[in-house]
């Protein structure tokens, strides 16, 4: 199917592991990002890439790792969990990242950290 | 400091009722205001969006303003249907220098929709 998708749907990991959540979407669009989504907060961007090999920071970085060498996937890594980064976590993308551009969301991957 | 504020919290109402869901923000520079519609365990799905110089804008039951001087949005529901319960999400664009708008998210209005 066409769209933007997550793997895995939950994963329960341990402190200290390093972990992988996958996005992969089928638009080739130029943007995509990273999102967690906590109680009492809104969805708080941790990265974005604008293309292929160009990735940023956004306000909630730390922790995380991300690579983009296809314009298709957009994998974040928790290169030693913590359970601060227990969350919900959903990828987006969008054509450009422009003022009028709508972002498609996938379906979120729920991690917990034990 | 860029903020985006949603009420009620929390919302019930009868199949069938109309409702109207409120957005407050102080975001500069603005550039769009978005409504999104998140189902439970799935991620957020665009209703509207809304630039500076539209007031009003429909998409189906929904109908969205923006007052963009007094920096308020509503998302009004008509005749709603049990599948209108969901997380109801305001988001606004702001437009930085280069490229990338910062989309700034509210915490949400949980609708629940009872027969």
């Known amino acids: 199917d066409a769209g933007i998708t997550q793997s895995p749907r939950y994963k329960i990991t341990e402190t200290g592991r390093q972990v992988t959540l996958m996005c992969h979407q089928t638009w080739s669009h130029s943007y995509m990002f990273w999102y967690r989504q906590d109680l009492g907060h809104g969805l708080r961007l941790i990265y974005y890439s604008a293309a292929a090999d160009i990735t940023d920071k956004g306000e909630v970085p730390d922790g995380y790792v991300v690579s983009r060498s296809k314009t298709e996937n957009f994998p974040l890594t928790l290169e030693s969990a913590t359970r601060s980064q227990t969350s919900v976590y959903f990828c987006?993308?969008?054509?450009?990242?422009?003022?009028?551009?709508?972002?498609?969301f996938g379906q979120g991957t729920r991690l917990t950290v034990v | 400091k860029n903020q985006v504020e949603q009420s009620p919290q929390s919302l019930i109402i009868l199949e069938g009722k109309n409702c109207t869901l409120q957005?407050?923000?102080?975001?500069?520079?603005?550039?769009?205001l978005r409504w999104y519609k998140q189902d439970t365990g799935r991620g957020p799905v665009s209703l509207t969006i809304m630039t500076f110089s539209e007031n009003t804008k429909s998409n189906g039951r929904y109908t969205a303003t923006l007052d963009a001087d007094t920096k308020q949005s509503s998302l009004h529901i008509t005749a709603s249907q049990l599948s209108d319960s969901a997380s109801y999400i305001c988001v606004v664009s702001a437009r930085y220098g280069g490229a990338t708008n910062k989309l700034i998210f509210g915490t949400g209005t949980l609708l629940a929709v009872q027969p």
């Open positions: 987006a993308s969008s054509e450009s990242g422009g003022w009028n551009t709508e972002a498609f």
């Open positions: 957005c407050n923000y102080t975001v500069s520079p603005f550039s769009n």
